[in-house]
Antibody, heavy 123, light 106 residues
Framework: QVQLVQSGPEVKKPGASVKVSCKAS????????INWVRQAPGQGLEWVGW????????KYSQSFQGRVTMTTDTSTTTTYLEVRSLRSDDTAVYFC????????????????WGPGTLVTVSS | DIQMTQAPSSLSASEGDRVTITCQAS??????LNWYQHKPGKPPKLVIY???KLEKGVPSRFSGSGSGTDFTFTISSLQPEDIGTYYC?????????FGGGTKVEI
C-alpha cells in the first residue's frame, strides 16, 4: 500500500522561502514520478510541476518558473518542493501526488495523493 | 496553456439522481483527460482516466465519455458518499491544467 506523508503547516513572511517534503513508502521510490499540485483557499487545483526520482528530471509550470525547485532524496524516499520569493497569493494547500504507473517520463495519472501541507504567507 | 472549462460550477441533486458534468478543452486533447473526486478534508482521488476508463476500485455508477474538446462525467445514481468537488484534468500538453471544479451536493 503506497503512502505519502507530507510535512507540517508553515507560516512565512512575503519574500521568504518554504520547503515542503513528501515521503513515499510502500513501493520502489525511483520508479514513479511525483507531482506537486496546489489549491489556494476557495480555489481549484493548480499543477506546479513534476519530478522523476529516477534521474531528477523536472517539468515545471511556467507560472512558477524560476521560483520553484523540486528535488528528491532517494536515501530517504523523500521529494521536496521549494518555493522562493513567496507572495500572499502563494497561500495554499500543497499536495504531492504520485504517478499511478511506473516508468513514465511525463506526468499523466495522479494517484495516490498526499494529505496536503498548508503554507500561509502573511506579514 | 490549455483552458479547461467545467460546467456547472455547482449542483444540488437528490439521492438516486443522475448527475452530469461537462468539461470543454480549449484545444484538441484526444482522450488525455482524467476526472478526480475531491471530498472535504481529504486529498483528491482519481476516478476516471483516459476520458472513459474506470479506475480500479471505483464504483461502476461513475462513467466518463468524450474525445477531442468535449467531455462528460456522469454519476448514474447519486449516493451520499459522492458529495465533493469533481475536477477534469488534461495531460495532453504541459502545463497540465484542471477545470475549475464542480461542487456536488445532496
Amino acid at each position: 500500500q503506497v503512502q505519502l506523508v507530507q510535512s507540517g503547516p508553515e507560516v512565512k513572511k512575503p519574500g521568504a522561502s518554504v520547503k515542503v517534503s513528501c515521503k513515499a513508502s510502500g513501493d520502489t521510490f525511483t520508479n514513479y514520478g511525483i507531482n506537486w499540485v496546489r489549491q489556494a483557499p476557495g480555489q481549484g487545483l493548480e499543477w506546479v510541476g513534476w519530478i522523476s526520482p529516477y534521474n531528477g528530471k523536472t517539468k515545471y509550470s511556467q507560472s512558477f518558473q524560476g521560483r520553484v525547485t523540486m528535488t528528491t532524496d532517494t536515501s530517504t524516499t523523500t521529494t521536496y518542493l521549494e518555493v522562493r520569493s513567496l507572495r500572499s497569493d502563494d497561500t495554499a494547500v500543497y499536495f504531492c501526488a504520485r504517478e499511478r504507473d511506473p516508468y513514465y517520463d511525463n506526468p499523466h495519472y495522479f494517484d495516490p495523493w498526499g494529505p496536503g501541507t498548508l503554507v500561509t504567507v502573511s506579514s | 496553456d490549455i483552458q479547461m472549462t467545467q460546467a456547472p460550477s455547482s449542483l444540488s441533486a437528490s439521492e438516486g439522481d443522475r448527475v452530469t458534468i461537462t468539461c470543454q478543452a480549449s484545444q484538441d486533447i484526444t482522450t488525455w483527460l482524467n476526472w478526480y473526486q475531491h471530498k472535504p478534508g481529504k486529498p483528491p482521488k482519481l476516478v476516471i482516466y483516459d476520458a472513459s476508463k474506470l479506475e480500479k476500485g471505483v464504483p461502476s455508477r461513475f462513467s466518463g465519455s468524450g474525445s477531442g474538446t468535449d467531455f462528460t462525467f456522469t454519476i448514474s445514481s447519486l449516493q451520499p458518499e459522492d458529495i465533493g468537488t469533481y475536477y477534469c484534468h488534461q495531460y495532453d500538453t504541459l502545463p497540465l491544467t484542471f477545470g475549475g471544479g464542480t461542487k456536488v451536493e445532496i
